[in-house]
């Protein structure tokens, strides 16, 4: 995901959406915005870029990683001891709202969570962390989620509270191809050591193919 200007390199592409990311009084801090493929021509199925509000430029802020997707919503239903489901992507998050669930999101891409994400979850009494499933390098979906886990637990959240799903039936990768057919509470369960086996087969390059920039 690029991280200036480089709007140029969008020819191919068509803008779809954008996901405004907002402090806690609900002030938009920046947004990421989705581009895809136009049909017929080639390049990557989508595109990112960040925008800043503030200077009006297409960069990224300089305290972006701090933010979490739905902040604000995220904090009042922490408060109000809902289940917060977390997901690798914000296209995720929004399928799972109009679900009837509370969702969030991280922005960077897999394996690129921040410490300071994670601790604005620390009181949330149950998390339920999304698992991607690439068909080719699903190292990196169990990549993103252990890490998810781990900067959890470290920012106190017992592991009790933690829950590791997927979607369900082959070929659904995450959140929102789960739910073309079925419901947030259908979700396959999978187990912490599954994951973590599967986490430890990552390396940079399969991040890399898939478009991601190079995990923390």
């Keep these: 995901m690029s ?3 480089n709007t140029a390199s969008l020819v191919n592409y068509r803008r779809v959406t954008s996901y405004p990311f907002c402090d806690l009084s609900g002030e938009v801090l920046f947004e990421k ?3 895809e493929l136009l049909p017929g021509r080639a390049g990557r199925a989508k595109e ?3 925008f800043d509000p503030e200077s009006q430029r297409y960069r990224k802020p300089a305290d972006a990683d701090r933010w979490l997707y739905r902040l604000p919503e995220v904090t009042a239903a ?3 001891c809902a289940t ?3 997901t690798e992507g914000e296209k995720d998050a929004d399928a799972l709202v109009a679900a009837g669930v509370e969702a969030t999101s991280h922005h960077q891409g897999a394996g690129r ?3 300071e994400q994670a601790a604005w979850l620390r009181n949330a009494t149950s998390i339920v962390l999304w698992v991607d499933k690439d068909v080719e390098y699903p190292e990196v979906g169990a990549y993103d989620a ?3 886990h781990d900067l959890l637990l470290a920012a106190g959240v017992p592991g009790a509270r933690i829950a590791f799903v997927c979607a369900r039936g082959a070929g659904r990768k995450d959140a929102y191809d789960h739910l073309q057919r079925h419901s947030p509470d259908e979700a396959q369960p999978v187990a912490k050591q599954a994951v973590a086996r599967l986490a430890a087969l990552y390396s940079p390059a399969s991040s890399s193919r898939l478009g991601y920039p190079r995990a923390r």
């Design 113 to 115: 969570v921040t410490p």
């Design 78 to 80: 922490i408060a109000a």
């Design 146 to 148: 252990a890490r998810r």
């Design 84 to 86: 917060i489901h977390w």
């Design 48 to 50: 990112f870029r960040y």
């Design 33 to 35: 915005i989705r581009f």
């Design 3 to 5: 991280n200036g200007m």
